[in-house]
């Protein structure tokens, strides 16, 4: 009988690692304008993802910042024009909507996690994720795949 319960014990903690891991997304970023992936994917039963963008670059934010941020597919150009209007330090339009979660810039060296709510997102559904700084959106691009 204990032994029994030492398994199940063990068999429980391996599955809320697991949970753990798929609500929790890692990006980098670096001084050559680029993401280390183009597709993250999530649950859509993690209702709260733990997203880390790590900057392993060396160059300062204001010349080479990062950020995360994740929109429907459709609109991510307007949004990365949008922030390049609304300027530093974070170039994004505040309360816009159509931003469905995002960081702040970081520069080389620097990490910044936020959560958001992967329930409220569609199973199938395009969404891409960029980086705002100025120029950046065209090169730092990804797709979130929503599963
Ligand atoms: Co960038």
Redo the contacts with the bound molecule.
Sequence with gaps: MKRMFWALALTGGLFSQQAWSQCSLAIE?NDQ?QFNTKELHVKKSCKEVTLTLKHAGQLAANV????WVLSATPDYQAIAQAGQAAGAPNYLPTGDARILASTN?IGGGQSVSIKFDASKLTVGGDYTFF???PG?FVL?NGKLIVE
């Design positions: 970023a304008i080479m910042g990062h950020n810039v980086c705002s700084f950046h730092m």
